[in-house]
C-alpha cells in the first residue's frame, strides 16, 4: 500500500460524529496516523505501479453509500465524505484544512502551494501557456514561473469548479481525489480511463467508466480534462501525465492550460470558434467515442467560446481510415504543418527532435515508417515533392541517466522499451540522444513528457512544437497500410508561430528579442550517446 492510499483511506476512516449542529463535530481516534508515520520510517513511499500493458479490473460500478444516507443515520462519516458532501467554498475550505492539519500529524509532508494565486502565474505564462510539473525533489523547481502543481490547475483563482471531465489512461481515482481536497474544490466528476490503479469505493459524485479498446494491441493513452466551472465557463488542459502520484510527483511532464472559455450568449452569431478550429476538432474527438455519457460534455464544448485559444488540437483515434485520413495522427499534424507554418528557404538545415517515454518497433531500418512517415509529416512536405529528409533526432535517457535518476532513487520506472524491440534496431543509436535538462532544474526527474519539435542550425528558433501524449510508435501515430491504420486514443496540442505570435518562428533563448522565450524542457546542445 504506497502513501497516497493510505491518506485516502486515513481521510475515508476518519470519522466525525453526526449531530443535529453539524458545525460541532468531534473527531474519533484513527489508527491511520500511526500507520502512515511507521510507513514513512520505514521508507516506503513508492510503489511499482502496473504497466501500461497490464490489464486491471474496471471497478467502476463500485460506489460508496450515498452521502446524504451517510449523514441521516446518525452515526459518524468519514472526513472524505464529508468533504465531497460540502456545497459550498467555504465549508469546502473548513473541511481541507483540517484534512490538511491531519494529514501532517500523521507524519506526512504536505507540500501544497496555498489555493488563491495560480491566477497571475497562468497570465505571466501568455501566450504559450505551456507548463512543467514540479520536481518534489528538485527544490529549484518551486519557484520556477513555468512550474505546477496539480492544486494549481483547480486553483480557485481561476474560477469554482463544479464539474469535471477526465480521460486518462492509468488514474488512481483516491489520489484524484486528494488534489481537488487539496484544491478545496468541489470532487463532481466523470472518468474516462484505460487502467485503474486502486480499488476504493467511490461517491455517488464520481463516475467512472472504463474505455474499451476495438484493437488488442490498442490503448487509451489521452490525457486531457475538461473543467466546468459555477458560470458555466469551461478550460480545457491538455497533459502527458497519467493521474496517479509518480506521474506528478518526481518526472518531467508538460501541459497546456486553456484561456477561461465562457459560454456563447444567446446573441452570439459566430460558433465561437478558434482561428485553429479547435473546437470543431474536440468535438469531432470527444464524438468518437459513442459513449452517452459525454453528451453533456460535448453540449459544453458547444455552447462555450473557443475564440481565445492559439493552438491546434492533434488526436488520434482507433480506426482503419480511407476518406478522414487528414483528421488523425500524423496525417493530422501534416496537415496542419502544411496549411499553417512558413517554409523556410534553408529547411532541410533544420532538424526534427523527437522526444518520448516509450520506443516502438521502426523496422530493419531508418529508411521505413520513421522516415516516410513521420518524418516527412513533420517536414510539412507531401509525398511528390520530398526528395531530401532533414536530420532527425531522439532523446531517449541512457542507462546512465536513469541509475542518476529520482526512479531509480525510487525503485519505478516511466519506460517502455525492451531489449527484445532494441535488439532490431541497432541502427537507431546513431539517432539517439541523451536526456539533459539542467537548465530547468529536471536531470533527474526522468521525461514521461513527449514532445516533438522543428530547430534552427544555430540553436535559437523552432519552427513549431508540438506537446502530445504520443509516444514515437506507429499506434499513436498511426501507419498506412492498406488503409490509414490508428490503434490508440491520443491527444496533443501544436504551438504554431502563425497563430500566437503573428512571426514565422519562435525564439528560444533570450538574446533572441523577438518575441516571447519558448520553454524548451532539455537542454540545448543534444548530448549524443556515448
Known amino acids: 500500500m504506497d502513501i497516497a492510499q493510505a491518506l485516502f483511506r486515513a481521510l475515508s476512516d476518519e470519522k466525525y460524529e453526526s449531530s443535529t449542529n453539524t458545525k460541532t463535530r468531534k473527531r474519533s481516534q484513527s ?24 490489464q486491471i479490473s474496471d471497478d467502476s ?23 465531497e458532501a460540502c456545497d459550498s467554498e467555504k465549508s469546502r475550505k473548513e473541511v481541507r484544512q483540517k484534512a490538511i492539519q491531519m494529514m501532517r500529524q500523521s507524519g506526512y509532508d504536505v507540500s501544497v502551494v496555498e489555493p488563491g494565486e495560480f491566477a497571475l502565474k497562468y497570465a505571466l505564462s501568455a501566450p504559450y501557456h505551456l507548463f512543467f510539473t514540479r520536481v518534489e525533489k528538485a527544490k529549484e523547481t518551486y519557484n520556477q514561473k513555468f512550474s505546477i502543481t496539480f492544486p494549481e490547475i483547480l486553483d480557485r483563482s481561476l474560477g469554482e469548479i463544479v464539474n469535471s471531465l477526465h480521460l486518462t489512461f492509468m488514474v488512481d481515482a483516491r489520489w484524484l481525489c486528494l488534489q481537488y481536497l487539496l484544491a478545496g474544490q468541489c470532487t463532481d466528476m466523470m472518468i474516462l480511463y484505460g487502467e485503474r490503479v486502486d480499488k476504493e469505493k467511490l461517491g455517488d459524485n464520481i463516475t467512472t467508466v472504463h474505455v474499451e479498446m476495438p484493437f488488442e494491441f490498442g490503448c487509451h493513452h489521452t490525457k486531457i480534462m475538461i473543467l466546468q466551472y459555477r458560470d458555466n465557463g469551461i478550460r480545457v488542459v491538455v497533459s502527458t501525465a497519467n493521474l496517479y502520484s509518480d506521474d506528478w510527483e518526481n518526472r518531467t511532464q508538460g501541459m497546456w492550460i486553456s484561456p477561461h472559455l465562457p459560454r456563447l450568449s444567446k446573441a452570439a452569431k459566430r460558433c465561437g470558434e478558434s482561428p485553429t478550429n479547435f473546437k470543431k476538432d474536440l468535438q469531432r ?15 459544453l464544448v458547444r455552447k462555450a467560446d ?3 485559444i492559439n493552438v491546434c488540437l492533434i488526436a488520434s483515434t482507433p480506426g482503419r481510415f480511407r476518406h478522414t485520413v487528414n483528421l488523425w495522427g500524423y496525417k493530422k499534424l501534416a496537415d496542419v504543418l502544411f496549411r499553417h507554418v512558413t517554409q523556410l528557404p534553408n529547411a532541410l538545415e533544420w532538424s526534427i527532435i523527437a522526444q518520448s517515454s516509450s520506443v516502438g518497433n521502426f523496422g530493419p531500418r531508418y529508411e521505413g515508417w520513421l522516415s516516410k512517415e513521420i518524418v516527412r509529416s513533420m517536414a510539412w512536405k507531401t509525398v511528390r515533392d520530398l526528395k531530401d529528409y532533414p536530420k532527425f533526432q531522439l532523446i531517449y535517457p541512457s542507462v546512465e541517466n536513469y541509475e542518476q535518476s529520482f526512479d531509480y532513487q525510487n525503485g519505478t520506472s516511466c519506460f517502455f522499451y525492451s531489449r527484445e ?6 541502427w537507431i543509436k546513431s ?19 513527449k514532445s516533438y519539435t522543428r530547430i534552427s542550425p544555430d540553436l535559437k528558433r523552432i519552427a513549431w512544437f508540438v ?17 490509414y491504420y490508428i490503434a490508440n486514443y491520443e491527444v496533443g496540442v501544436a504551438f504554431l508561430p502563425k497563430f500566437i505570435t503573428g512571426r514565422t518562428t519562435f525564439p528560444i533563448t533570450d538574446e533572441d528579442l523577438t518575441g516571447p522565450t519558448f520553454p524548451i524542457p532539455y537542454d540545448l546542445p543534444l548530448c549524443p550517446y556515448e
Open 31 to 54: 489508527p491511520a496516523g500511526p500507520v502512515i508515520k511507521k510507513m514513512k520510517e520505514d521508507n516506503i513511499e513508492s510503489n511499482k505501479h502496473p504497466k501500461e500493458n497490464q
Open 61 to 83: 460500478q463500485s460506489n460508496s453509500t450515498s452521502k446524504k444516507q451517510s449523514q441521516n443515520t446518525g452515526k459518524g462519516i468519514s472526513l472524505m465524505d464529508m468533504y
Open 285 to 299: 474527438y470527444l464524438g468518437t467515442y459513442h459513449n452517452p455519457a459525454l453528451k453533456r460534455w460535448r453540449k
Open 306 to 308: 473557443f475564440s481565445a
Open 421 to 426: 524491440v532494441h535488439s532490431k534496431l541497432q
Open 431 to 449: 539517432y539517439l540522444y541523451q536526456w539533459k535538462a539542467t537548465k530547468t532544474g529536471r536531470n533527474q526527474a526522468m521525461p514521461y513528457i
Open 467 to 483: 506537446l502530445t501524449s504520443a509516444n514515437l510508435n506507429k499506434g499513436a501515430w498511426g501507419v498506412q497500410r492498406s488503409n
